[in-house]
């Protein structure tokens, strides 16, 4: 997944891709990943719209957490990314709240990124 992959080229965090297609009418995936401080937050979300943008075409609809960047959402309709800092994405478990969807098999992205 191509989203995921601009967010391990700056270093994410344990990358998590979740199938909720069948659960939500919404999204189709959530792309989730960390990145340990604001700076590095910020700078994964801006990779992946730059990366989706030039390579797929595609601009979010909505970005979310800006300013806080301690967890941005990018919305691509069909896709919505989540980068957060490790205590946020902690407190909002949200592998555990959809841990009933598929998970999508990740190829490994190097040693910077966790599980992908």
């Not at 994964?44 to 943008?53: C, F």
């Not at 957490?65 to 989540?82: C, P, Q």
């Amino acid at each position: 997944m191509l989203a995921a992959s601009a967010a391990a080229s700056k270093k994410a965090i344990d990358p998590v891709v979740l199938d909720v297609a069948e659960t939500l009418v919404i999204t189709s995936y959530f792309v989730i990943v960390s990145g340990n401080s604001d700076r590095q937050v910020a700078a994964i979300a801006d990779e992946v719209e730059d990366v989706l943008r030039e390579q797929a075409g595609v601009k979010p609809i909505g970005r979310e957490g800006e300013r806080e960047r301690t967890w941005i959402l990018l919305d691509y309709a069909d896709v919505v990314v989540h980068v957060f800092q490790p205590e946020e994405r902690e407190f909002y478990r949200l592998e555990k709240l959809w841990s009933d969807v598929p998970r999508l098999e990740l190829p490994d992205y190097g040693a910077s990124a966790d599980t992908r």
